[in-house]
Structures are given as C-alpha cells and as structure tokens.
C-alpha cells in the first residue's frame, strides 16, 4: 500500500535511559578507611620556616639548638685531641674555635646559602683523615704539646686546601646538575640513613652509663605521654621539654657524683658518668676570642690535602640529605637543585675558614638539629639564626661554655636516639610521592638501604684498604664508611639506568621535577630566595 499525505504517524515511545554500569570495584582496603593524598609540606607544624614564635620564646629555643649541637662538638674533641698530645685546656679550646666557626657557617649559610634552618656543626666524616695526619706526626721527637701544635697546623692546611672540592662543585653548577639525577626513589634511603647511619652515637654511647643514659631517653618518651595532661603541660613539653629532662637528668648525675656512686669504678665509666671529670670548666679561659692561624703557620703536603678531599666530598652528600630532611621539617618545599649547589659552594667557603681559624674538623648540617625542628614543631629560621649568638659568645667566654660542655655525654646520647629517628622517619615520608607497589622501586630501595648500611659497617670494621698510597686509602675508606654517600651512589645509578623513562610516573618525577627548576614552582622563591636583592648585584650564574 502507497501511504497518504494524509496519514499520521504515532509519535515513538519514550526511550528508556540505559541502565547504569555497575559500580567499579574499590582497591583492596579503600572501603576500609581514609586515604591520605601527597603533601608537597608538612603541615602540622606550629612554625614554619618564615613564621616566627615571640622573642623569648625564640631564645629558649635556639639555646636547645646550641644545647643539641653541643654534644657532637664535645665528642670530636673528646675523640681527637688526647691522641694528638693535647691536654685539658687544649681540649677547650679546640671546642671554642669548633662552637665559633659553627656559629659563622650556620649564619652564612642561614642568610646566603640554603636558607634553610639548619645548624652547620663538626663533621665526623673528618676522622679519618685526620686519624691518618695524626698517626704521621706520632713519632715527632717533641713534646706532647709541640706535637698537638704540629697536627692541629697539619690539619689546617689539609682543611684550606681541600675546601676548593666543594667550592669548585658547589659554584661550578656540577653538584646542582647531579641532584637533577634525584628523584624521591633516591631521597628515601639517603634522608633515613643519615639518621639510621648515626646509630653508634645512640644507644652504644648511652650504655657507657646506662644510670643517666637511660633514664634520659625513658623521659624524653614519657613527656610525649605527660604533655596530654594539660594544655599548659603540652606547652612546655613540646617545645621546651628537652631542656627540662636535661636539667632533671644532669642534676641527678651531679647527685651522684657528689654522693661518690662513681668512687670505685672503672677510669671509663667515671669519664662517661661523672660531671667533674671533663677538666673543661677549670682549664678554659674566661676570654678568648679565635683568631686566624692561632696555632702557627699551616703545614701542608699532598698526602694529607687527598685524604681530606674525600671527607669534603662525604661532608657535601651528607649535608644533601640533611637539607632534604629539613626543608620538610620546616614546612618548606624540596630545595632546588641551584638552591643545593650554591648551599654546597659556600659550604666549601665554611670549611676554607675552618682551615683558617684552626677548627681540627670541618662542617656539615648537624642531623640532631634537623631532628629537633621535629620535636618542637618550630622551624623557624629566626631561631636557628639566634642560635648563632649562643655559639659565638660561649666560644668567646669560655667558662660559661665550658660549663654546658661539661654535661655527661651519655645524655647527648639518648637525646640522639630520639632526634636521629626522626629524621630517618622524614626519610620515610618521601615515599609517598612515589608508587610503592612498583616492583622496581621496591627493588631500588631495598637494595639501597641494605648496602647502605651493609658496606659502611665493612669499612669500618675492617679498613680494607690498606695500599702504599695512604691518601688513597683515606679517600675510598672515607667514601664508603659514609652511609648517606653509599645509598646516593647506589640509589642514583639504579634509578637512573633502570627503566628510567618507562617509570617516570612511578618514581614520583611528576611531583619532583617542578621543584628542580628556579621558575618551576612560585614557592621556590618564597623559601629560597635571598633575604636581600644579591642577584641584582652578582652574576646569577654563581647563584
């Protein structure tokens, strides 16, 4: 049949709309609880690093600073200068030039460096070398106290020289180019093994009397408990609750010092336990103030100035991992790759003025003070900044340093145990910038870590290096006792070579790379820039 104009449809049902797909299944645990996003920053902290507390309580806090920073300076010289013939007196002193330069380098590197609030303390990472110049001057026919002079020479000249290693890398750009190479695969194990790689300053000190040593550790857990009791009590605890165990614990040592506990024990224990057995108090002068090339004219030779290039170039990786931690501590982004290599140059300038004023070991960012940014909550530059008051004026008077300097070492010990765990947990947190599914990461990481930890303890418990060439020795035995320095070298090559391009999204570069580059992020200026208009002044090339 011919259908007709005059025929009319029927209008078409309505469409039912398709049904809707099923619901996508959760991942394995997600109906089960929160997921936390990445956060480029800490934010539960009470002060960040442009945020300021009031004046007396930024004072308060930067004597802790100074307090932390003390116990590695006391253990250096404890360790160094009896085996170079020095005495008591000699041994304060030594501490006044080590307090002095870290009051100088800590303010350079606070105002034209990183910017970051890092304290620059002595670097155990010296010992080496400079256990090698001290052996060579052990059979001078001199006086133990011609001999300490000698070495203290030796040890300046070595220092001046080898200082040109972090100068030329920190302001050549060439260390800014390597932390291109970093990704938060890399800066997991190097950030937890330089708190993890510190161990033996933790417990194994504290054993050495275990009648201060663990009680201080078990207060310092317990005031976590306490400051819940009353916001007042959360107050002080927080932020000041170091300073008070301190207190507590360093008069229950003079107790029992005074009550003679320590009368009829061995000539070890008494130095570890007793408050009047350090000699600093008696020996340092009231005034003193450093000056250049106070022990005589440096000596130099070559043997010493390599071996001292190697603790340089350990000092610069190590201080790397440290800045990482206390950028994040201190509610700061990753540090920029020009930001590093110019906080490594003036580092090198920090260690040509230790070499200058007689220090008997250069520089690095002290790990203790990077944790205690933690503890406190606060991380505030100023304060670090005031900090610096505290180093150059007990250095300069001497007594009243002295007298802090005389608080038994296994209190600093336990006080470590705490604040190197948190920086090895900070480490932790770069994690979650990457997939910690992926296999390969897993690999890269386990495999950095354990090797981390694994042929540093090789190297020194067994010095293996043992050829002719005794600069050589030093240099390979310096390196490689480094945790920090072995993870970067491990983590680094690794990351880089393996599947590099097909997993970028899995090592986290995504989040990274925009903190890599000077314009990458508007918050690199606001962390990192100078306090004065320096770039207008000088080449930005050096900065």
């Known amino acids: 049949m011919v259908e007709t104009g005059n025929h009319h449809h029927q209008p078409p049902p309505n469409q039912m709309a398709p049904p809707p797909p099923p619901p996508r299944p959760l991942p394995l645990g997600a ?39 003390l116990g590695t300076t006391v253990m250096i010289a404890t360790m160094l200068v009896p085996q170079m013939g020095g005495n008591s ?47 060579d001057f052990s059979d001078d026919n001199a006086t133990e106290h011609e001999r300490f002079r000698r070495t203290m ?19 050549s750009k060439a260390w800014g180019k390597l932390t291109r190479l970093f990704s938060p695969v890399v800066i997991v194990p190097v950030v937890c093994l330089v708190g993890l790689g510190l161990f033996g300053r933790g417990f194994p000190q504290l054993g050495n009397c275990v009648e201060i040593g663990l009680p201080m550790l078990v207060l310092l857990v317990f005031c976590q408990y306490l400051k819940r009791i009353h916001p007042i009590a959360h107050f002080l605890l927080e932020r000041f609750g170091l300073l008070i165990c301190i207190g507590f614990i360093w008069a229950f040592a003079a107790i029992l010092t005074a009550a003679g506990a320590y009368n009829n024990v061995k000539t070890e224990t008494q130095q570890s336990c007793r408050t009047d057995r350090s000699f600093l108090l008696s020996s340092a002068p009231w005034v003193k103030i450093p000056y250049p090339f106070q022990w005589g004219a440096p000596i130099f030779r070559a043997s010493h100035v390599f071996g001292m290039m190697g603790a340089a170039l350990v000092s610069s990786a190590e201080s790397t991992g440290t800045f990482y931690a206390a950028a994040r501590l201190s509610g700061a982004t990753f540090p920029p790759a020009h930001v590093l290599t110019r906080s490594i140059g003036l580092q090198g300038v920090g260690q040509l003025n230790d070499g200058i004023f007689g220090a008997i070991v250069g520089t690095t960012a002290s790990v203790e003070n990077v944790g205690l940014l933690g503890l406190t909550r606060v991380g505030s530059r100023r304060v670090v900044q005031i900090s610096t008051v505290f180093m150059i004026l007990f250095s300069i008077f001497g007594k009243f340093g002295a007298f802090f300097a005389s608080i038994p070492l296994p209190i600093f010990a336990a006080i470590y145990c705490v604040l190197y765990g948190i920086v090895a947990a900070i480490g932790i947190s770069f994690l979650q910038f990457t997939n910690t599914n992926s296999m390969r990461n897993i690999y890269i990481l386990g495999l950095s870590l354990f090797l981390g930890i694994s042929i540093p303890q090789y190297f020194v418990m067994s010095a293996p290096l043992k050829t002719n060439a005794g600069w050589f020795n030093d240099i390979l035995n310096t390196i490689f006792s480094s945790p920090p320095t072995v993870a970067m070298i491990v983590g680094t090559v690794l990351d880089n070579t393996l599947e590099a391009k097909q997993a970028r999204d899995e090592r986290g570069m995504p989040w990274w790379v925009p903190f890599q580059v000077r314009k990458g992020d508007s918050r690199n200026d606001e962390f990192y820039s100078y306090p004065l208009r320096i770039s207008e002044w000088f080449p930005s090339r050096f900065f």
């Open 153 to 171: 020479r030796a040890i300046q000249g070595s220092l001046i020289v080898s200082s040109i290693i972090n100068i030329f890398i920190g302001y």
């Open 89 to 135: 007196g000699d041994k304060a002193r030594v501490i006044q030039v080590l307090l002095f330069m870290s009051g100088l380098n800590t303010l350079l590197q606070t105002w034209l460096g990183t910017r970051l609030p890092t304290v620059m303390g002595p670097s155990f990472a010296y010992a080496i070398p400079v256990l090698s110049i001290i052996k």
């Open 31 to 69: 109906a089960r609880g929160p997921s936390f996003p990445p956060n480029e920053q800490l934010l539960q902290l009470h002060y960040c690093i442009h945020s300021n507390p009031s004046w007396h309580q930024s004072v308060l806090l930067a004597f802790q600073h100074y307090i932390v920073m």
